[in-house]
Every structure is written in structure tokens, then in C-alpha cells.
């Protein structure tokens, strides 16, 4: 099983902060990685796969990088609609695992 | 475009078998390349993936709960079934299924999850 450890599990920013989430394998993965965003109440929503790749859709303020063991989510320029929890999620073997999740809320 | 709805009880008494179905339309699950799998959400708590079904029959399970899991696709209905037996009320959660994207590359094709449905609660009771 390939563990993910995600962090924070809680971010306060501001509209308009530049933001980062962290998630970091106990194994390499290659670039199999995806993130998700979730609002409360709702399905989590694909953001990007391919550990850089944005899904069609998804704003360009989401941007992605890493590989091996180390990723990176990156929120350039957050805007009200963006805070909610954030999941990574590797998929270069099974079972597939996510991160803890990271909850970025209002400062 | 692609839509998936999960459906089944919300409430199940321990030890007994939950059947949730997933109905999808956008997607042929005879088509190469295409999959289906279920994710759950405990309140309150991160996403864990439970089973994955492939256009060839193809199937992967959680090790941790595999003994419980079975999935099942029927094509001609574009539904897939997962069944999960002796449920207890740990297994209380929020149950999604998801359509598999997919994408090739030097290690062969690679299965993401990129569409999901909006979710079924199930809760575990006496």
C-alpha cells in the first residue's frame, strides 16, 4: 500500500493569497497523481491528473508539479469559490489511496 | 457528457449486505478502455477507494475490505453493482461511484477517475 501524507490539513488564506498543498509518497509514483477539490455537501471534482496536467474546465490558476514522491497543488490567485478541501490521489497502483485532505478556509 | 447516480438504502442494520447501484450515461462500459469504480467518505473524514470494475471484466478490490466487496457490471443497463456484506456502522458514509478517464504513456495505458456522481448516504443502524 502506498501511503500519501498530505499537509496542511488546514490552510487560512486571504482572496487573492497564493497558495500551496503538499503531498508526499512513501513510495515513488512516477507522475501518477491526481487532485481533487471537494465543497461540502458535494462530489469532489477533478482538478488535475497526470500530477500537471489540468482537466479541461478547471481555471488556470491550478497548476500541479512533482514527480516520484513529492507534488505539489498550487492556487495562484485564490478566489472565494476556491475554498474548500483539497485531495491528492495516487493511482500507480492498487489500492488506490488519497491524501488526508487539506481544508483551505478564510482567513 | 457524462452523468453516473448512485442509488440504494440509506439505512442498513448491522451485519447486513448493502447493494448499491451505480447508473451511468455518456459512456459504454463495452467500450476498451472505459471503468467504473466506488469511493466512500465516512462523515467528516477523507475519501477511500473501494473497488474499480474495467470494460473486459477486469476487477480490483481494497485488500482491506476485499472479503466483503463484490462488483459487477451489467452493460445492457449501464449499471455497476457493489455489494458489501456484514456491514457494521463504521461502514457509515457517503458512497460514490466514478467513470475512469484514461491516458497513454511509456508504462501503457494509466486509469484516473474524472467524473464522479453526487453521492448516496448510507447509514448504519440498529
Known sequence: VIWMTQSPSLLSASTGDRVTISCRMSQGISSYLAWYQQKPGKAPELLIYAASTLQSGVPSRFSGSGSGTDFTLTISCLQSEDFATYYCQQYYSFPWTFGQGTKVEIK | ?126
Open chain 2, 1 to 126: 457528457q457524462i452523468t453516473l447516480k448512485e442509488s440504494g438504502p440509506t439505512l442498513v442494520k448491522p451485519t447486513q449486505t448493502l447493494t448499491l447501484t451505480c447508473t451511468f450515461s455518456g459512456f459504454s462500459l463495452s467500450t476498451s478502455g472505459v471503468g467504473v469504480g466506488w469511493i466512500r467518505q465516512p462523515p467528516g473524514k477523507a475519501l477511500e477507494w473501494l473497488a474499480l470494475i474495467y470494460w473486459d471484466d477486469d476487477k480490483r478490490y481494497s485488500p482491506s475490505l476485499k472479503s466483503r466487496l463484490t462488483i459487477t457490471k451489467d452493460t445492457s443497463k449501464n449499471q455497476v453493482v457493489l455489494t458489501m456484506t456484514n456491514m457494521d456502522p463504521v461502514d457509515t458514509a457517503t458512497y460514490y461511484c466514478a467513470h475512469t478517464g484514461y491516458y497513454y504513456d511509456s508504462s501503457g495505458y494509466r486509469y484516473y477517475m474524472d467524473v464522479w456522481g453526487k453521492g448516496t448516504t448510507v447509514t448504519v443502524s440498529s
